[in-house]
Structure formats: C-alpha cells, structure tokens
C-alpha cells in the first residue's frame, strides 16, 4: 500500500491512527522525471499538539544546484537559506496562510506544511542542509483533522499531491539558479567582510548607500520610502575587496570608544540598531546588506528585575547599602544600574570584544554622573563608578571596545576616541570639537573644584586592572530543570520555558529569531548534562559551539531524523539564557 492508500484507508479513524504513517515512503514529483522520499519522523498525538515532523529528501543532482555554491560551509548555509526561502513562499502560495498569502485574513493563520520562517538575517539553520547525495527538507505538518478523527482524503492530497508539488515549485522545476548564485554570493562576501573587521582594527563597518530604517517599530523590513541613505564622514571612510570581486566603501567604525551623537530623533539609536544587527548578514534588498560588526559585538542594556548569580560587578559598584558583596553579586531582583553592570560584565566573560550602548535603553546612574553630584555625593558614599569613569580601561585593559549612543550628555567627551555627529541622519565627524569642548570645561570645573575644595577627581579610587573578569564555573546541577516531565522549549523569541520556570529573553537584543530561541533551549538541556566540577560557563558554552561546528546545527536536537526548526545562535545569546536563569548556582 502506498501512503496515499494507507491515509485514505485511515480516513474516519480515531487520531492516534496517524502513527501508523511514520517510516519511509516514496514521493513521486508528478511531470518530472524524479522523485523523492518522505520520511514521516514524529506523528502528532492530537490535532492540537505540535504539528508531525516530516523530511523530504532528493537527489543534489535533481535540483541542478552547481557543486561549487555547496562546497563550503558558508555556501551551504546560504543556499539552504534560499531553498527555505523558496519553499516557504511556495507553500504558502498553494496552501494559504503565510505573511505572502494573497487573501489578508490568511496571513495570520501558518500554511498547514512548513519548513521555518527566516526573516532578514541569513542564519544557520535546520530546515534544509544538504549531505554529499541529498537536499534533505525539514517540515512539520499540521495533519488534517474532523474533530478528533482522521480525515484521510484530506491528509493524502496533502501529502501526496501538495507536497510534491511545493517541492517542485520551490527546487526543482524552475529553480533560479542566477538569483541562487547572487544569494550565495552576497553571504560570501558578507562572511568575507565581517572576518577582515578584526586585522583592520574595526569593530564595524556601514557602507555608504545603506538604509537603516526600519519600517515601524514592529518590523524588521526596511523603510519603503523617505529613507536617507547613509554617507560615511570623510575621515571614517574606509573600503573593501571582497571575493566577488565586489568593493564596497563606508564608515568603518575604528576599535576604541565611538560616541554617536546628535539631536533628538537624527538616527542614532537606528544606527546602533543596526550595528548591532551587523552581527549577522542580512539578505539582499533588506538595505543592512553590507553593514557588518565582529560577530562578537554585545549590545548592552540596563534591565531591571533580572536576576544574577554571583557576577562580579565590582568594576563598577561596591559598597551596597545592603552589604551585598558585589564580586559575587547575587540577587533575584537587579536594579537598573546593577543589572546593567552584569549585563556588561557576562558580555565580556562571553567574550564580547565591543559592547553596543544607547542612552534610550541605560540606567543614566550606571552611564554618567555629573560635576554637581559628584561633590553632594562624595566617592564613598555612591557605590556606583559610572561607566564613564571604565569605559577607558575596558578598552586599554581588556581591548573591549565600545560604541555608544549619548546624546543627551558630554560627559565622554574626555574619553571617546571618535565622536560621531547625526544631522538629519547624515553622520561627521565632529571629535576635535567635542575635545577642544572637553578641554574648555575641564579648565573651568578645575577652578571651580578648587574653591570649593572638592575631592574625588575621577577614576583614582580604585587601582587598575578593574576588568580582571574570570568565567564562573556553574554548580554541576544547578542547570538541570526544576521539573524534568517539562521539557525546554522556545514560547516566542523572547522566552525559554525551562522545566517549571521561564527563562526571560526579552532584554537580549541580538536574539533575532524563534529558531535561535529554541536552539538555545536545546542548548541549555546539553550543558546542564555536560556541565562538571571544573568547567566554565564560558568553555562550556564554547564546546557546544564547536559540536555546532563539527555535527552540524542537527547535533544540539535530542531528535533523531527531522531535528526540529533551529537556527544557530551566537555563544554569547547561549550564555545570556544561561545568565538569566534563575536557578542558576555559581562555585564560589
Ligand atoms: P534618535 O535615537 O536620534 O532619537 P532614532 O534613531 O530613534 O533617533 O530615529 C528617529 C526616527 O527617524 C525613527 O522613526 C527612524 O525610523 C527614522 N530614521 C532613522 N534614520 C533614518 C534615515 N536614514 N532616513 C529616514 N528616517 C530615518
Ligand atoms: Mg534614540
């Protein structure tokens, strides 16, 4: 019996029925000389569990996808980025449903076959790799259903006959190889641009032409009309060679300590947005195509209310009135500033070599402290030393550079290697300006302290080396879920269901993608197994990065066969989740 026989056999039979499909079955690609084998993995148990996993596999010749486009690694990613591209479109032009549905009232409701839904970033992912004899497609499908019995007619012609024919439509019969090309290529060079950040001593680069807008605050697409370009200042303007052959010239954002300022509303948290997103390449059309930072880039914000567990925050704060010891920084309840100061600490542990920070988004006590204050509140009595007062020797001592938005404060001034001015969107160069400033008003508080006797100039209260940060080694255990019966998964991008607590995302602003939530999920139930006495946070973390690397996204899935949609987060969104669990246990 063939599958189309066996689920039209199975129509009018109880749900659980459906599991008599798993296994492998063939799949003819009607008008095509080819065909196909579906592996049906995991079977859904009702019509409102999470839909059945299922793999199309065909053969890498079929397809006409030239060799050289999957040779590397990044050219895999690429292509299987744009086969999922192209898959999805095509399920959802058969099927309804979809955000490219023709019918509105569709696009909310997901098409009954699915493959993942990439946005704008080009990622790693699970819904189609390619091995040395096969494109293999990772679906899920909502198996049809009347009440909670089979509806079999129904299930075959989804199976057998629109499934075939999304695969078609997709890969085989008129698949673009030109515009396949130009995907891979771009992604190439991106990968390409992004590498050479780091011998150029830049942590990142936004060419001229781009667009950064967005447009609304809910959307990731770019702003359709009114856009401004973005024009690199003179001095910043550097190029690039890329592999392509393709050069592209713009601002390179130069390692050390960059301000963005300017008056309200002039495009600079859109720029730092944007660099920030720079962590990942972005597909053509998108206008971030060729902004790109050091993949290790963090942004930081403040984010009240978090927890921490033993962080040493003692950089910057010491003394709580509570008595708390700050090397060891422990709470349920972290206020704006002391959550900002372990957001930038467990960067740095993470290995971030640049933190991305916008005034809109920090605790302004964390960030600066004024002439004024400084001389009502006395050093010792303020257990904060602001940001200003580190961000130097974060560089100088750990090359940790940072790029920050402020334009509501001078107070960098003294310190920035490069200030940045917006005007309507239009970035210059305005550092000798902003020095000459620094110099003026440095003479004048001078004076002023003098008479008023004031002590505590800046930064002499404490010795060097403040960025000593050591990676905690997690209690064996502690990472273990409170209620086993409940696995980890994804609810949304921003939140980890893990075990009976949830795991808080929302403030990890480079977390762009479900599929990265939910490969993170997977990723926390491997460390809390791989976790022991002597290993660290960060070499745990680490490791599982390079089992990423070796097996393929596939390996950190507790499935065999379809692994679940996943996409390949970054070490530092893993230690984030890691970071914000509450359970977390630190050895001390
Ligand atoms: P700021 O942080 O300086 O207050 P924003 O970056 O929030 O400003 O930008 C203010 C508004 O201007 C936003 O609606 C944003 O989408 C828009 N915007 C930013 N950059 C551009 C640009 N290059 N062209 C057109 N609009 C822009
Ligand atoms: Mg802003």
Known sequence: MDLAQLLTSLDGRGYGDYKRIRGTHALL?????????????????????????????????????????????????????????AFARAASARLGGGSS?????????????????????????????????????????ALPAAGRRIKGRRAASLLCEELPQIVLD????????????????????????????KSRRLVSFVADGALLPRRSGDSDLPLTDGGVPFRSPDVLKTSFDLPSGRRVSGMGVPEGITVIIGG??????????????????????????????????????????????????????????????TRTFTTTNASGSTSQAANLIEAVEAGASALLIDEDTSATNFMIRDDRMRRLIPAHREPITPFVDRVRALHDERGVSTVLVAGGSGA??????????????????????????????????????????????????HPRLHF??????????????????KFARARGRATIQYGRD????????????????????????????????????????????RLIDDGGLDALSPHPGHPGHLARPRP?????????YRGLRIRG
């Open 264 to 325: 309200g509303y002039h495009g600079k948290s859109t720029l730092l947005r944007a660099i920030e997103r720079g962590v990942y390449p972005h597909i053509s059309g998108d206008g971030r195509e060729w902004v790109l930072s050091r993949p290790d880039a963090v942004a930081i914000r403040a984010e009240d209310g978090r927890s921490t567990a033993s962080v040493d925050i003692s950089p910057f704060i010491n003394d709580l009135p509570s008595g708390a010891d």
């Open 468 to 485: 000593a940060v050591a990676s905690r080694v997690p209690e064996a255990g502690s990472l273990r879920p409170a209620d086993k019966r």
């Open 412 to 461: 960098f001034f003294d310190v920035a290697d490069h200030v940045i001015a917006l005007d309507a969107y239009v970035p210059d160069d305005v550092t000798e300006q902003a020095r000459t400033i620094a110099r003026e008003n440095d003479a004048s508080v001078r004076e002023d302290g003098a008479s008023a006797g004031c002590e505590d100039p800046p930064d002499q209260s």
């Open 29 to 85: 690609l009607p008008g095509s000389s080819g065909h196909a084998a579906l592996d049906v993995d995991r079977v859904q148990v009702d019509p409102f569990a999470p839909p059945s996993l299922t793999r199309v596999r065909l053969d890498r010749v079929q397809t006409g996808i030239p060799d050289d486009l999957l040779a590397d690694r990044a050219g895999r990613i690429a292509a299987g980025d744009f086969l999922t591209r």
């Open 170 to 197: 997709a890969l085989v019969a008129p698949l673009d190889l030109d515009a396949l090309r130009a995907h891979v290529t771009l992604y190439r060079d991106q990968l390409d641009l992004r590498a050479q950040l």
């Open 572 to 580: 530092q969104e893993v230690a984030a989740a890691v970071n914000r």
């Open 502 to 545: 949830d795991i808080d995302l929302s403030a990890v602003l480079q977390l762009v993608d479900t599929a990265q939530t939910q490969a993170i999920a997977h990723a926390l139930e491997r460390l809390a197994d791989s976790i022991d006495a002597q290993t660290t946070l960060t070499d745990a973390v680490a490791a599982l990065d």
């Open 101 to 141: 549905s023709p019918r509105r009232a569709d696009r909310d409701t997901p098409p009954p076959i699915l493959i993942g839904t990439p946005g704008q970033q080009v990622l790693e992912r699970t819904s189609v790799v390619f091995t040395d004899a096969e494109v293999d497609m990772r679906i899920t499908v």
